[in-house]
């Protein structure tokens, strides 16, 4: 198992939940026609994205 601090799991936790803002506001920008185009929306997948990135 790998030893995290308090401070890196509340900045895991801090991205994460930009993250899943970010989504929030684009699916809102796309429901309103606001945003046009093709999206993939990570929503729900945040964890991947935030520990594939500290991984590197």
Do not use: W
């Not at 198992?1 to 920008?29: C, G, N, P, T």
């Not at 796309?30 to 999206?39: D, M, P, Y």
């Amino acid at each position: 198992m790998i030893d995290v601090s308090h401070d890196e799991a509340f900045y895991y936790l801090k991205k994460m939940m930009e993250i899943r803002q970010f989504e929030d506001k684009i699916m809102e920008l796309l429901s309103q026609n606001i945003a046009q185009g093709g999206s993939h929306l990570y929503a729900g997948e945040e964890a991947v994205a935030v520990g594939a990135v500290a991984a590197i």
